[in-house]
C-alpha cells in the first residue's frame, strides 16, 4: 500500500519541523554573590534549544502522501504538488510558505519513498541530514497499518524502536536540525469517504490498504472489527509519535492535527479516493505552516 492513515480524520497527512538551535551560555563569574538564581541555574536555562520559527531549509521524508502519489495521474508520483517540498502554486507547499517559492528548489528536498514505513525511516533521514537541514518534515506510518492483512501490520514495539533509532541517528549526523512530524491519517474516515462509489471500489481492489478497504460494502462483524482494530493501531502509532519526539527538545508532534482533520472526498485523489489530491496537499501544507510557525507546540 502506499498511502496514508486512521479513520475520523485523514492521512495527510501534515508534518513539518524547523531549524536553529540557538545555545545561549550565560556567562556567570561571581565572587560573592550566589544566590539560587545566579550561576549554573541560569546558565542550563539558557542553553535550552529554541524553536526556530523560520527554518532556512526543507527536508521531508515519509511515504506517498509526501511524494503526491496520485495526485496528479494514476498510479504515478508527483512530487511538485508534495505538501512538504512541492513547486506547484495551487498547493503552496510548507516550504514554499517558509522559504518563499523562489528558494524551494535550492533549499528543500524530498527523500519521501512511496511505499514506505517505519522500518524505511532511518535510511532517508541519512540521506536528508547530509544537507544539516533546518527543517525535516516526518509523515510516516500509513503504510505500517495498511498492509495486506491486519496481523501483519507492523507491531507497536517494533514502530517505536525505529523511531527512536530514526531521531537518534538523525541527532548524532545533524544535531541542529528541527523535526516536525505529522500524525498518521484516520485511515477509517478514508474508507467512508469512498466506500459508496462503484468505481473507487474496484480501484480499491487493486491492492490498496486491504486491512482497512478490502470489502468495504461488508457490515459483517468481522469487517468491522477489522477496519476498528486498524484504526485502533493508527491511533497507537500517534501515541508513539507524540511520545518519541516529546522527549527531543528540537522535535515537534503535530498535536494529532492530520489525523483530526476532516477530509472530504474533493481532497482526494480522483483516481483511488484515498491519496491527497491537490486540494488535501495544500490543506495538509497549511496545516504544517500553522504547527511550524506557532511560538508554542500543540497541546
Given at each position: 500500500m502506499r498511502t496514508t492513515a486512521p479513520r475520523r480524520s485523514v492521512r495527510r497527512t501534515v508534518a513539518g519541523a524547523g531549524v536553529a538551535v540557538a545555545v545561549l551560555a550565560a556567562a556567570v563569574t561571581g565572587c560573592d554573590s550566589g544566590g539560587p538564581e545566579s550561576g549554573g541555574e541560569r546558565g542550563a536555562q539558557a542553553a535550552a534549544p529554541r524553536w526556530n520559527t523560520a527554518p532556512a531549509s526543507v527536508?521531508?521524508?515519509?511515504?506517498?502522501?509526501?511524494?503526491?502519489?496520485?495526485a496528479c495521474s494514476v498510479l504515478a508520483d508527483c512530487p511538485e504538488v508534495s505538501w512538504a517540498t512541492g513547486s506547484d502554486p495551487a498547493v503552496q507547499s510548507?516550504?514554499?510558505?517558509?522559504l518563499g517559492e523562489s528558494e524551494v528548489p535550492a533549499r528543500s528536498w524530498n527523500f519521501a519513498v512511496t511505499g514506505s514505513r517505519m522500518a524505511d525511516l532511518p535510511g532517508q533521514l541519512a540521506a536528508a541530514a547530509g544537507h544539516k537541514p533546518g527543517l525535516v518534515t516526518v509523515m510516516v506510518g500509513s503504510n505500517d497499518a495498511c498492509r495486506p492483512t491486519v496481523s501483519s501490520m507492523t507491531p507497536v514495539a517494533e514502530?517505536?524502536?525505529?523511531?527512536e533509532r530514526s531521531l537518534k541517528e538523525l541527532r548524532a549526523a545533524s544535531p541542529a536540525s528541527q523535526v516536525y512530524v505529522s500524525s498518521v491519517p484516520d485511515l477509517q474516515r478514508l474508507w467512508e469517504q469512498g466506500k459508496d462509489?462503484?468505481?473507487v471500489r474496484q480501484v480499491w481492489k487493486l491492492g490498496i490498504c486491504q486491512s482497512m478497504l478490502a470489502e468495504p460494502l461488508s457490515g459483517?462483524?468481522?469487517?468491522?472489527?477489522?477496519?476498528e482494530k486498524v484504526r485502533a493501531?493508527?491511533?497507537e502509532y500517534n501515541e508513539v509519535l507524540r511520545e518519541v519526539c516529546a522527549k527531543d527538545e528540537l522535535c515537534r508532534y503535530d498535536g494529532g492535527a492530520v489525523f483530526q482533520y476532516p477530509f472530504s472526498a474533493e481532497q482526494l485523489s480522483r483516481w483511488d479516493w484515498f491519496h491527497p489530491g491537490r486540494d488535501g496537499q495544500a490543506r495538509l501544507a497549511e496545516l504544517a505552516h500553522r504547527q511550524v510557525t506557532a511560538a508554542q507546540p500543540p497541546r
Open positions: 527536508a521531508a521524508v515519509g511515504d506517498s502522501i509526501t511524494r503526491g502519489f496520485d510548507l516550504a514554499a510558505r517558509l514502530f517505536r524502536a525505529g523511531f462509489s462503484p468505481m459483517a462483524d468481522a469487517a468491522t472489527a477489522r477496519r493501531r493508527v491511533v
